[in-house]
């Protein structure tokens, strides 16, 4: 671990150069995929140095060393996992490095174990690439008002793309030698059906497995085509351990895969097998993790001494709760700090409403305010007294907190974490993939209160906000931040909205074009609700849609 500001002795110095003030861009080296930041839509332009004289310099000359075996002088965090892997994880992003890599990492420190992990991303060659070539070595600048801190990691022992090697990531689930399967392959990852909560197996990505499944293209078909073959090869047990915000991610993950084990041909004797030797734990896994950006590459450098091309940035803050059914045996996470409990689900409800719920809630209000960062957009006044009326009034009494829990401990927690700048976690990625992520926060909260007669105004309010940033009325232009959001339904969203002829015929159109449960839909107060919110959004301001909400 390094602490602190200035560079390691051992950094290379370019006193002897500088960059021109007025240099145009074009002079430099912009870097491919591969050394791009995690965030798709952020540049990697460096620019090439110069000497004082004008010229240029040669860039391998003063380029500081890339992070790799021979380049590392300090420790790893943990232990370096040993060369066989008894882990695969579907989702190399961010969150999984900063998240079960660390604890793992951690665990076979204190207990031993080979535990190493094979990496796999799903389409891009970004991450596995930059892994390769650096050793399987990155890593994490943990950030907070204390201070930051860099440690490097050594866990991962191969890695794939699944789009590209399908066959070969399947024969390396199936291999005795992987006990785990872990998956942060995001809320869309698991391809159900939003009204119904079943596979969507009519959609387009399951059907076109389900035709041809010896080459899947979805994680669901991956892995229960791997399991087939494992069954086959006398594979042995295996846990599926998902690592997504999602409710109850476990059985989630087994009713996703069993339903499509169900709609494909398997083996004779094999679902008694699935049934007695693949588990599916339920887990809450929390840890806010950005998106890298040039300034995460250039703060590591100053403090590693090296060049890493996939830092990940975290704030120190990290909990995992897991429930303790694994098939095959299991690293010693709670030597990491990891708790085992028969409650995960209530765990999940808090993190899922209180924290995730909020994030929204706060990612909408603030895009819509144009707060570029969740620190400043909890940092105005009408954002954090909403998120305080949605914690006490619609959320918590919506969940049955985990023994002993103290909950406004848990909420003090979250505003610190809210209004972490060092970390500065994008608005704009806060707020992506929002019908996909309001599905989860948003429907069983809003109808326990409809189903007393009550209209859950910050959950109106959070719709509204969802709305407007990224299927706007015609005509109204929710600025930069929302426009930067990501969001899957987005044509869909257009589809639907096409021909609305008021701001209350757009909301009704997206409520009831199968984006959220019809049982929602069906509430027509909180529906009219939705779209008096949006109506004030679009004529007089998020604030003012606030204020009313809050006066309600």
């Known amino acids: 671990m390094i602490s602190g500001g200035s560079a390691p002795p051992h950094a290379r110095s370019v006193e002897d150069v500088h960059l021109q003030p007025r240099d145009e861009h074009g002079l430099g080296a912009n870097l491919n995929d591969e050394l791009r930041s995690s965030d798709d839509n952020e540049s990697a332009y460096l620019p090439v140095p110069r000497r004082r004289d004008g010229t240029l310099t040669d860039w391998c000359s003063t380029m500081t060393q890339a992070l790799s075996r021979a380049t590392l002088t300090s420790s790893v965090l943990g232990v370096s996992a040993p060369p066989t892997p008894g882990m695969l994880h579907l989702g190399i992003g961010n969150f999984h490095r900063a998240h079960a890599a660390v604890y793992t990492a951690k665990a076979m420190a204190a207990k031993g174990g080979d535990w190493g992990i094979v ?316 019908s996909l992520k309001l599905l989860q926060r948003v429907p069983d909260p809003a109808l326990r209160m409809l189903n007393r007669g009550e209209v859950p105004q910050q959950l109106a309010l959070m719709m509204a906000g969802w709305i407007a940033c990224v299927a706007p009325p015609a005509g109204f232009d929710p600025g930069p931040i929302a426009a930067a959001m990501i969001e899957p339904a987005k044509n869909k969203l257009g589809a639907v909205t096409t021909g609305a002829g008021s701001v209350r015929a757009h909301v009704e159109a997206i409520m009831r074009g199968g984006f959220f449960p019809d049982a929602l839909a069906a509430h027509d107060e909180y529906v009219a609700r939705v779209a008096e919110f949006v109506q004030i959004i679009t004529a007089h301001g998020v604030r003012d849609a606030a204020r009313a909400a809050l006066e309600a």
């Open 119 to 434: 990496a796999v991303a799903n389409r891009s060659r970004r991450v596995v690439d930059s892994l390769v070539a650096q050793d399987y070595l990155y890593s994490i600048l943990e950030l907070s008002s204390a201070g930051e801190r860099v440690n490097v990691l050594d866990v991962h022992r191969e890695a794939l793309v699944a789009a590209q090697q399908t066959t070969e990531l399947m024969a390396r689930i199936a291999a005795p030698e992987i006990r785990i399967v872990t998956l942060t392959i995001s809320e869309n990852g698991y391809c159900r059906n939003a009204v119904t909560g079943d596979l969507d197996v009519d959609g387009e990505l399951i059907s076109a497995d389900l035709a041809n499944p010896a080459a899947p293209r979805t994680s669901i078909g991956q892995l229960a085509g791997a399991l087939i073959r494992r069954y086959q090869g006398d594979g042995g047990p295996i846990t599926i351990l998902s690592c997504d915000n999602l409710v109850s991610a476990g059985h989630t993950a087994h009713r996703m895969v069993g339903q499509y084990l169900q709609a494909t041909q398997t083996p004779s004797g094999f679902e008694e097998w699935f049934q007695a030797c693949v588990t599916f734990p339920n887990a809450m896994v929390d840890r806010i993790v950005p998106g890298t950006t040039d300034a995460t590459r250039t703060r590591v450098r100053e403090l590693l001494g090296l060049a890493d091309a996939i830092p990940v940035p975290a704030e120190r803050f990290c909990m995992w709760v897991i429930e303790d059914r694994f098939a095959a045996g299991r690293p010693a996470w709670e030597e990491a700090g990891a708790i085992f409990s028969d409650e995960v689900e209530a765990y999940e409800l808090v993190k899922l409403r209180l924290l995730n719920g909020s994030h929204s809630l706060i990612a909408y209000l603030g895009g819509l305010d144009r707060q570029p960062t969740i620190p400043s957009s909890f940092g105005q006044d009408f954002v954090r007294e909403c998120v305080t009326e949605l914690l006490n009034t619609e959320y918590l009494p919506s969940i049955a907190l985990p023994t002993g829990f103290d909950a406004q401990a848990y909420i003090a927690q979250l505003f610190d974490r809210w209004s972490n700048h060092a970390l500065g976690d994008a608005t704009a990625r806060v707020g992506s993939d929002g």
